[in-house]
């Protein structure tokens, strides 16, 4: 009797135990599967650091500010300026309006001291091609201006002539009816050695600088098929353009490559070759090894990102906040994208880090290349800070901001997404030590830094921009450059200055310089930039007599600069 009661007491104690355990386990994985993210989720635990409105300093104009600058320079009855994107180079034309960023002193004065806040101004270009100059000039206080000074000798303590302008669109246009005009009249050699015609051109790529001697405006154009990948798709022809008059009546053909030989005029060419006097160019068709279009079809879709607890970091017009770090954000359609008041902790360590110049210079024997150093930031290296693609360019679930660019343009333009900001682990650790002396410890540091990034495809070159915010407090500045290289017909003695990337085509040897400039304000504006070097010394071995070692020491410098540019050799 008491053996049964203690059966069946077991048994549904058992019995109790099982159900108890089978619930435990629904709730347990309920609470569980609720928590494992999906996609990217809501912010769970509240941002460290507030926004700052004050940051609006640093922005960049609006469109509505665009506006009103172009409309109060049009109303300048005396300067008589044109903004028609394909104005002549004799026109006096609108060319830039970007933001005039305020003085260092009045912004610290403004967000330090409750000073008051800067002007709001903007910085405008005009070729003034009817008169013969450029002029720069500040235009505020925004949105409501009312004065235009001309800031020209104070900024380049110069005047600066017409000739010194960047190309524009109206005169690109003119340059392609000048180029038509020497095509046609080299009409069999076209057909011949390009298979050129009505339907068929070629496309143009120039060489800078455009010539030697101050004053100068005469630029070697190459052309190359018009294919995908044009820029190592180089045909052999090359031509010397003078187009230093706003006239393009004016403009004439200095002198042509062609397969390697030189001529004076395009009359000289037309009659050597109709004679049979040149080495020709016999026309083929070229493989389409320059498309853009994957070779294989991708197999699976790779990892990506996703922020299993929300965003750790948020945008707010150009101020971003993440974890300890906040700074604010800008892009100079000149410079290209720069950054401000970056603080830690709520202490500002960088008053700016910005993009400043993208430089890349050749080597060659034919003249296209010959001379070849591109200063990017003469064309402009933020104006091309085109959209960025989701999941490729940036990862999907990055932040996307629009930017507003007035240059070379008859109104603003939104570029859509051209800036991407997203927080990504980094693939190691920040930090980690696995103590096996002693003590048996391990310490560890997820390494996940903030990303700011814009790509800027500058011709052949798409050159990728990161700023990134560690949280160790260090930031980084950084630049990958893809794309395409830059190719010339290959001709005689040309290995020399390259490498051989398809039957007729040299990829020129070359180097490309990076400069960002950083201000740094650690603990107040009055830093000191120190390098250390290393050097060998020779050194007696303390318990060895007569034995000596070579031992490394530091070499100090201390430069006394507040502000300090980076150049970065890739
Ligand atoms: C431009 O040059 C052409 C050819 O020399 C000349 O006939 C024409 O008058 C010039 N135009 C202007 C506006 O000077
Ligand atoms: C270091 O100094 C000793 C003593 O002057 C000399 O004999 C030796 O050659 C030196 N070593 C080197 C690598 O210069
Ligand atoms: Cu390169």
């Not at 997820?446 to 500058?458: G, P």
Request: proline share 4%; hydrophobic share 40%; charged share 20%.
């Amino acid at each position: 009797m008491e053996n049964k009661r203690m059966n069946s007491l077991v048994k549904w104690t058992l019995i109790l135990f099982v159900l108890a355990s089978i619930i435990l386990n629904i709730v347990l994985i309920g609470i569980h599967s609720s928590r494992a993210p999906k996609c990217s989720a809501q912010r769970v635990h509240p941002l460290r650091r507030k926004h700052d409105e004050r940051s609006a300093v640093f922005a960049d104009l609006s469109r509505e500010e665009y506006l009103q600058v172009q409309q109060f320079m049009l109303k300048q009855n005396n300067l008589e300026i044109s903004t028609n994107q394909i104005s002549k180079p004799s026109d006096n034309f609108l060319f830039l309006i970007d933001l005039s960023v305020p003085n260092k002193a009045d912004v610290l004065a403004y967000l330090d001291r409750n000073g008051a806040k800067p002007t709001r101004e903007a910085t405008v270009v005009v070729f003034y091609g009817a008169k013969g100059y450029i002029k720069e000039y500040v235009v505020g206080p925004l949105p409501n201006p009312t004065y235009v000074n001309d800031v020209t000798m104070e900024r380049y303590h110069a005047e600066l002539p017409i000739s010194a302008r960047t190309v524009t669109i109206g005169e690109y246009n003119l340059l392609f009816q000048f180029l038509g005009n020497v095509f046609s009249k080299l009409g069999k050699l076209m057909k011949e050695s390009f298979d050129m015609g009505p339907d068929k051109q070629l496309n143009a790529f120039e060489q800078m600088p455009r010539g030697v001697r101050t004053g100068d405006r005469k630029t070697w154009i190459s052309f190359f098929r018009d294919m995908s990948g044009m820029y190592i798709h180089p045909v052999g022809f090359e031509v010397l353009v003078d187009h230093q008059n706003v006239n393009a009546s004016e403009w004439t053909v200095e002198k042509l490559l062609y397969n390697g030989q030189y001529f004076d005029s395009i009359d000289a060419l037309k009659d050597k070759y109709d004679k049979d006097l040149v080495k020709k160019i016999v026309y083929k068709e070229s493989p389409d090894y320059g498309s853009l279009k994957p070779r294989n079809k991708p197999l699976q879709v790779g990892p990506q990102l996703f922020n299993a607890e929300g965003k750790r970091y948020s945008v707010s017009n150009n101020h971003v906040v993440y974890m300890d770090w906040s700074f604010a954000f800008g892009l100079s359609a000149l410079m290209g994208m720069r950054v401000f008041d970056v603080r830690f902790n709520d202490e500002r360590i960088v008053y700016e880090l910005s993009v400043q110049e993208a430089m890349s210079v050749y080597g060659s024997v034919t003249p296209g290349m010959i001379l070849t150093k591109f200063l990017d930031s003469s064309i402009g290296i933020g104006r091309f800070a085109h959209e960025l693609v989701r999941g490729v360019d940036c990862p999907y679930e990055a932040s996307y901001v629009d930017t507003y660019r007035y240059i070379d343009v008859p109104k603003p333009v939104r570029f859509r997404n051209s800036i991407c900001i997203f927080e990504h682990n980094m693939g190691q650790p920040l930090r980690r030590h696995f103590s096996d002396f002693f003590h048996h410890s391990y310490g560890g540091m997820v390494n996940s830094a903030l990303v700011f990034r814009t790509i800027t495809a500058i011709g052949n070159y798409d050159y990728m921009w990161d700023f990134i915010f560690y949280q160790s407090g260090s930031v980084e500045a950084k630049v990958h450059a893809t794309g395409y290289i830059s190719s010339s017909y290959l001709v005689d003695g040309a290995l020399r200055h390259g490498h051989q990337v398809a039957e007729k085509v040299l990829g020129n040897i070359h180097t490309h310089f990076i400069n960002f400039k950083v201000d740094l304000d650690v603990l107040g504006v009055k830093n000191f930039f120190q390098t250390k070097d290393m050097e060998y010394v020779n050194v007696s071995l303390p318990s060895v007599p007569d034995h000596y070692a070579m031992v490394p020491q530091l070499v100090e410098k201390q430069l006394k600069t507040e502000k300090v540019w980076l150049p970065l050799c890739l």
